[in-house]
């Protein structure tokens, strides 16, 4: 009965299109979840638990799931590479309107944006065993980076100070406690930045090794991830 139906839905248009083309159906269907499950792998199981910015895990999962289709359906239509050194420059150059995006978050944005296209691209010259193997290797490489050879990430926050008698020379250990106990992260050191006399305030940009614990001060009004352009 199945089969039947499908046959008959195979052999009906509308507006010229096919409604159903079982094949292909069933390609795209598979091939997109083997692409999302690749790259849930990569920003969740790999990027989250040491950023745990729940922000970017949304926005990875969907830009990989919107570039996909994209160049799935698109690539039937015969664009093929040129669309997608196209696509690939334009989503490689986003940038919110919100914050800057950390330099961290771009390459996991690239590695999703590159996973996305192979997945989407790969035609019958690409065996499924290299296809395999080029999604697991880009996993390896961004697990062995993550968690083996960069076992401490140095990450910065820009903090406006408003006790600006502790910059002077002979306070720093009285600086570096103050900080620490205030945002609760154990600093490895410390930059003057700008300093404003007529608010007695100065900011500094404090550099520390990331933890579990840390999570809970990104999003805070008074420190940023990236705050070079002010510093």
């Given at each position: 009965?199945?089969?039947?139906?499908?046959?008959?839905?195979?052999?009906?248009?509308?507006?010229?299109?096919?409604?159903?083309?079982?094949?292909?159906?069933?390609?795209?269907?598979?091939?997109?979840?083997?692409?999302?499950?690749?790259?849930?792998?990569?920003?969740?199981?790999?990027?989250?638990?040491?950023?745990?910015?729940?922000?970017?895990?949304?926005?990875?999962?969907?830009?990989?799931?919107?570039?996909?289709?994209?160049?799935?359906?698109?690539?039937?239509?015969?664009?093929?590479?040129?669309?997608?050194?196209?696509?690939?420059?334009?989503?490689?150059?986003?940038?919110?309107?919100?914050?800057?995006?950390?330099?961290?978050?771009?390459?996991?944005?690239?590695?999703?944006?590159?996973?996305?296209?192979?997945?989407?691209?790969?035609?019958?010259?690409?065996?499924?065993?290299?296809?395999?193997?080029?999604?697991?290797?880009?996993?390896?490489?961004?697990?062995?980076?993550?968690?083996?050879?960069?076992?401490?990430?140095?990450?910065?926050?820009?903090?406006?100070?408003?006790?600006?008698?502790?910059?002077?020379?002979?306070?720093?250990?009285?600086?570096?406690a103050d900080l620490e106990e205030r945002t609760g992260l154990k600093i490895n050191r410390i930059e003057i930045g700008r300093i404003n006399f007529l608010r007695d305030t100065v900011r500094?940009?404090?550099?520390?090794?990331?933890?579990?614990?840390?999570?809970?001060?990104?999003?805070?009004?008074?420190?940023?991830?990236?705050?070079?352009?002010?510093?």
């Amino acid at each position: 009965m199945a089969s039947f139906i499908t046959a008959i839905l195979a052999n009906t248009q509308l507006f010229g299109i096919d409604l159903i083309e079982s094949v292909d159906f069933i390609e795209l269907a598979a091939r997109f979840l083997f692409n999302m499950l690749v790259v849930i792998i990569g920003v969740r199981y790999l990027y989250y638990p040491v950023a745990k910015r729940k922000d970017y895990l949304f926005t990875y999962i969907i830009l990989s799931a919107v570039i996909f289709l994209l160049c799935f359906l698109l690539e039937n239509v015969k664009l093929q590479l040129g669309f997608a050194l196209g696509l690939f420059a334009i989503f490689g150059i986003i940038r919110y309107r919100t914050d800057a995006i950390p330099i961290k978050e771009m390459t996991y944005l690239f590695l999703v944006i590159g996973i996305s296209v192979i997945n989407a691209l790969a035609n019958k010259k690409v065996s499924y065993a290299e296809l395999l193997f080029t999604n697991l290797i880009l996993l390896l490489v961004a697990y062995l980076l993550e968690h083996v050879f960069l076992l401490k990430h140095e990450s910065t926050k820009t903090v406006l100070y408003e006790k600006i008698d502790m910059i002077k020379a002979g306070k720093r250990e009285l600086l570096m406690a103050d900080l620490e106990e205030r945002t609760g992260l154990k600093i490895n050191r410390i930059e003057i930045g700008r300093i404003n006399f007529l608010r007695d305030t100065v900011r500094i940009k404090i550099y520390y090794y990331e933890t579990d614990q840390e999570a809970i001060f990104h999003g805070d009004d008074y420190v940023s991830h990236d705050d070079s352009d002010n510093f």
